[in-house]
């Protein structure tokens, strides 16, 4: 049993080995004589792209405000006298038009035509008492000369007498008679010449009352003028406040005038907005200081802006344009939205309307002002070839490469460029998955695009 066993074992020692050397020669063989297998290079695919080469292009800085239309001339007549209505144009209704210096309202005249009569009566008094006073003052002084004349007579024959006197030829007593005449002329020249003198401040008194009462006259007829409410322009009417027989005190409100011949919108822009259209007062860029310092320095940068204004109705017919001028602008910025008041001014609004098409441009209407620089070459691409602050370019061997680029500012749907392209440079405007840098690409030019942004960026679209 035993003996059997260690045969067992000794077999099995001898065949094992035989049996897995079988097999690894039996796999070397198999290995040898099976094929190479071929390998292939893979590659991405070409992608075909569309582009568009990157060019300057004149381009016209755009930005849209919004304001109400209120007129550039507006009156809020007040009464300026105290007295009863009288009489109110049939035209003068809120909504109703009137020509310059139509009379349009008027207050009763009987107490201020008693008051100008008054004063006239007053003033023919001065004057009458002018008059008789200086005829009393040439009377006097022809008095005054006769007895000027008649003193020196006498004083000629008291010289006389007195010779005669001392001559022995003539009495005494006469000389004493003459002396007596004499005293008495004088007296009287004195008297007359008192009486001459206080004819000055008299006269002068009487000056003084005419000049009162010239301007009592002339307070009487301004307020006798101010019962007649006169246009001083071409108006539609506002709100009417007051009635004909209605008792009315001076300052009260009678009616509101609105001036045809131009409007204003004060259009509030976004600051945001403000500095790409700041750009274009130079030709470099924004960092040129600008002296706003006085009213005439600020009109002059102002006009320097040079900008273009498109005026539209809000909801309205966005072909329905008025041409308007900036005129000045706000003095602060609004903190609650943030935005600049800028004042446009539109010329003879009522000009041109066709009813249901053009309308007026009315009081509190919405608009829209749209301003335009004037065209500057500058490089523009679309929004659509700019992703996360780069662009897509194509390298000279057609592959695609990514590059950042520093934006100045968007417009729309165009993007202006500051640095990071230049001008000949291929960017792709269509979508590209995967992107890949150095994937190889097929061209396609978009003559339409570029059609399309040149137009875009004048604002012709």
């Not at 059997?4 to 077999?11: E, P, S, W």
């Not at 007649?228 to 409100?253: N, Y």
Request: hydrophobic share 40%; charged share 25%.
């Amino acid at each position: 049993m035993m003996k059997n066993r260690l045969k067992n074992r000794l077999k099995n020692f001898i065949f094992l080995p035989l049996i897995i050397a079988a097999a690894l020669v039996f796999v070397f063989i198999q290995f040898k004589s099976k094929q190479a297998i071929e390998h292939q290079n893979v590659e991405f695919p070409v992608k075909t792209v569309e582009v568009l080469t990157v060019k300057y292009i004149p381009f016209r800085t755009r930005a849209v405000a919004y304001g109400n239309v209120e007129p550039a001339t507006m009156l809020k007549a007040k009464s300026e006298v105290n007295g009863k209505i009288s009489y109110i144009h049939p035209e003068l209704k809120s909504g109703g038009s009137l020509s310059k210096g139509t009379t349009v309202l008027k207050i009763e005249t009987t107490t201020f035509e008693i008051s100008l009569d008054s004063s006239k009566a007053g003033l023919a008094s001065s004057q009458s008492s002018l008059q008789q006073i200086e005829a009393e003052e040439k009377s006097a002084k022809r008095s005054l000369q006769i007895a000027q004349q008649n003193l020196n007579l006498e004083l000629a024959e008291l010289e006389r007498v007195k010779v005669l006197v001392k001559a022995r030829t003539l009495a005494k007593n006469q000389l004493a008679i003459e002396e007596q005449k004499v005293l008495q002329l004088s007296s009287t020249v004195q008297d007359l010449q008192g009486k001459v003198d206080t004819y000055a401040s008299r006269k002068a008194s009487i000056h003084a009352q005419i000049k009162q009462s010239k301007s009592q006259v002339d307070q009487s007829e301004d307020s006798l003028i101010r019962t007649e409410i006169v246009l001083p322009f071409d108006a539609r009417i506002g709100s009417v406040s007051v009635d004909v027989g209605e008792f009315v005190a001076a300052g009260a409100l009678l009616f509101e005038a609105l001036g045809m011949e131009a409007v204003e919108i004060n259009a509030q822009l976004p600051i945001k907005h403000v500095r790409p259209l700041a750009t274009t007062m130079n030709d470099n860029d924004s960092t040129q200081l600008v002296n706003f310092q006085g009213s005439a320095n600020l009109q002059k940068a102002v006009a320097q802006w040079d900008l273009e204004a498109k005026v539209r109705i809000v909801g309205g017919d966005i072909k329905t344009v008025w041409d308007g001028v900036l005129l000045r602008i706000s003095e602060s910025v609004d903190p609650t939205r943030d935005t600049l008041g800028m004042v446009v001014a539109v010329n003879k609004p009522y000009e041109g309307v066709i009813p249901g098409v053009r309308p007026p441009l009315l009081k509190g209407m919405y608009a829209s002002v749209e301003f335009l620089a004037q065209p500057r070459d500058l490089l523009v691409i679309p929004r659509k070839a700019l992703h996360e602050s780069r662009v897509y370019v194509v390298s000279k061997q057609n592959t695609l490469s990514i590059r950042p680029v520093q934006v100045s500012y968007s417009q729309g749907q165009l993007v202006v460029i500051k640095q990071g392209l230049k001008e000949g440079d291929k960017i792709i405007t269509s979508d590209i998955v995967p992107v890949i840098e150095g994937i190889k690409l097929e061209l396609i030019e978009s003559d339409a695009l570029q059609k399309e942004i040149a137009a875009l960026a004048l604002g012709s679209k």
